[in-house]
């Protein structure tokens, strides 16, 4: 039996194409299905530009520490496709890409560099979806919280 690749092989090498062509310190892309992630995804108030990113940031600081460049949004695409790979290479201004109602992908220095930012958003997810679970909607930390710690931990406006 051989081993076939990857059904979001379009997408890994027209990322990894262009990380090359820009001379990128990135070298590795992850591409994975993190349920909490997910399920935000198929709320349609969740994905307006940096909406889910403000809400996975104000679970806890961590989140904005590892993940400062967000969380860009790409709205339902044919899982594999070509449509899916060009429309990942237009977000990646954000440290991950979630691809509405399918998985996450990131970019990172390495594997583990990209593994981490997943996962620190998918943990701020899991307390967001744990809390509404609980009974109530998360208050998440300020505004002004994030921006101090932004200026604390020197991170990207």
């Not at 590795?28 to 909490?36: D, L």
């Not at 949004?73 to 429309?87: F, H, Q, R």
Request: glycine share 6%.
């Amino acid at each position: 039996n051989a081993v076939q690749p990857t059904s979001e092989l379009p997408s890994h090498l027209t990322v990894h194409n262009h990380l090359i062509e820009k001379g990128s310190n990135y070298k590795a892309t992850v591409h994975t299905h993190p349920i909490e992630l997910v399920a935000m995804s198929h709320n349609k108030e969740f994905l307006g530009k940096d909406v889910l990113t403000n809400i996975l940031w104000s679970m806890i600081p961590e989140t904005k520490a590892f993940c400062p460049l967000g969380l860009g949004i790409i709205p339902y695409t044919m899982p594999g496709s070509v449509e899916l790979a060009d429309a990942t290479l237009k977000e990646l201004d954000y440290d991950v890409v979630l691809w509405e109602k399918h998985g996450v992908f990131a970019q990172g220095l390495d594997v583990m560099d990209a593994f981490d930012q997943i996962d620190v958003l998918s943990k701020s997810a899991k307390i967001y979806v744990n809390s509404c679970a609980m009974g109530f909607k998360p208050e998440g930390m300020t505004q002004q919280q994030m921006k101090d710690m932004t200026v604390a931990f020197n991170l990207p406006k």
